[in-house]
């Protein structure tokens, strides 16, 4: 184990930012060598005469930098830097992520990135082609590999239905400009997506949130909005759904496809988690394909950044219209990310992603599970996120200021509801960058403050 400890300058920085800085200054300098072994992170809190939590912060942002890796029952270890005479990571990237989002963990499998990154060939072979103005709704070999991709959700559209589209907010905005006009209704769950609030309320559309119990939107609660609302659509996020981690089951399913059938009401099916799930129930896509337009976003199950979409609309006409709105709105979906999702399809890269994205999402949530035990909470084995209720108390936006900085997004109950007031809950993300370690110290903050223990950092 190396002997280190940080020097610090007059920077003005917090300390945890001037740890991290003196681990890069210790590393480019030689002072620390890859593979050396840092303080156990107790350890170095006594001799600085910080709390552990600091610690742990300067640990998590030295490894957001590509700087260290963290092995549990291990310990910390600086890594390599790279080759000089070769493509580097640039840390500004690293630092880059938006933590209001929902976000996935991130693939650290070194075998894994290695296929992901062989794809990237095949897209700097086709570099020149791919930089044209093509098909607003994706090539036919993008197509076929989008149809490749649902057919394992149990979808097996004409080709004519699908489309590749410049990711699930998009499509979205689309397909309501297509549905509804200002002042009209659409229902959704009492609780739901932020983003559909977003798009409502640019669209001048009204939102009509549909009770809910543990099984998704109440049955006859719909049937009677539909004949007191007249709406356009119906929007479900009804896999894993965010923020609440509930997924509709099967025969609940089929019960809010009769009537839509009954109804002939449109359904927008945001089934963002839908490959994250092992066994999810079949789409609604496949129980009442006449009426839905399903939009398999991409950023849950293999990355945000590919802003793509595979979409599915009712029929060819319905294909058309989606293609026409989205000509206007985006002119067509990024063909550098359509190349490279095409590639990792074929190549099977997509669906290791996918599992290797589920297996960790799994790991996570036991964490959690252990760490918040007693605390009340919705999860899902497999979801990315928890549903916290707060303690008598706490409130949201107390507890979010506290969590400020320690690397866990974290919404509070405003931004999802639709239905009567918010109540104190917030959404804890549990994904992005941070580690295992990382989100275990993040989450025992989280419930010391929770039992009104402060932390000073």
């Avoid at 840092?38 to 942002?61: C, K």
């Avoid at 009204?206 to 007191?228: E, V």
């Avoid at 026409?324 to 990310?337: D, E, G, I, K, W």
């Amino acid at each position: 184990m190396k002997t280190w400890v940080p020097i610090f300058g007059k920077s003005g920085k917090p300390r945890y930012l001037e740890i991290a800085d003196a681990i890069e200054r210790d590393a480019d300098s030689g002072i620390l060598s890859p593979g050396d072994r840092l303080p156990p992170q107790r350890r170095l809190a006594e001799v600085l005469d910080l709390d552990f939590t600091t610690i742990s912060r300067a640990y998590t942002e030295a490894q957001s930098r590509g700087l260290v890796e963290s092995h549990v029952g291990r310990g910390t270890f600086v890594r390599a830097r790279p080759a000089q005479d070769g493509p580097t990571a640039d840390p500004r990237r690293a630092r880059e992520q938006d933590l209001s989002m929902n976000l996935p963990p991130e693939p650290d499998d070194p075998a894994l990135l290695a296929a992901m990154r062989a794809g990237l060939d095949t897209v700097a072979a086709n570099l020149v082609p791919l930089l044209r103005y093509q098909s607003t709704t994706g090539s036919d070999m993008d197509r076929s590999a989008a149809l490749s991709w649902l057919s394992m959700r149990g979808m097996v559209p004409n080709l004519d239905r699908i489309a590749v589209t410049p990711g699930a907010h998009a499509t979205m905005t689309a397909v309501f400009g297509i549905l509804a006009s200002p002042g009209d209704a659409i229902l959704c769950e009492g609780i739901t997506y932020p983003g559909l609030r977003s798009i409502a309320a640019r669209a001048g559309l009204t939102l009509i949130g549909l009770p809910m119990d543990a099984h998704g939107i109440l049955p006859d609660a719909l049937s009677a909005a539909i004949r007191s609302h007249g709406p356009k659509a119906l929007y479900l996020n009804p896999t894993l759904q965010n923020p609440t981690t509930l997924t509709i089951p099967a025969p609940r399913r089929m019960e809010i496809a009769e009537i839509l059938l009954r109804h002939g009401l449109p359904l927008v099916e945001d089934d963002a988690y839908g490959f994250i799930q092992p066994g999810a129930p079949a789409p609604f896509a496949t129980l009442a394909p006449e009426l839905t337009w399903h939009i398999g976003g991409l950023a849950k199950c293999i990355g945000a950044g590919l802003r793509l979409a595979f979409t599915i609309a009712p029929d060819s006409r319905a294909a058309y219209q989606l293609a026409q709105m989205l000509r206007v709105t985006n002119v067509m979906a990024p063909t550098l990310s359509m190349a490279l999702v095409t590639r990792w399809i074929e190549d099977g890269t997509a669906d290791r992603i996918c599992r290797f994205i589920r297996a960790e999402s799994a790991a996570r949530q036991a964490i959690a599970a252990e760490v918040l035990h007693g605390f009340g909470f919705g999860a899902d084995s497999h979801a990315f996120n928890i549903w916290l209720g707060l303690p008598d108390g706490v409130s949201r936006a107390e507890l979010m200021g506290r969590m400020n900085g320690h690397g866990i997004g974290i919404m509070p109950s405003d931004a999802f509801t639709v239905l009567g007031p918010p109540d104190e809950h917030v959404r804890v993300c549990l994904g992005g960058s941070i580690s295992r370690e990382g989100l275990r110290t993040g989450l025992s903050f989280l419930a010391n403050t929770l039992n009104g223990e402060v932390w000073l950092g």
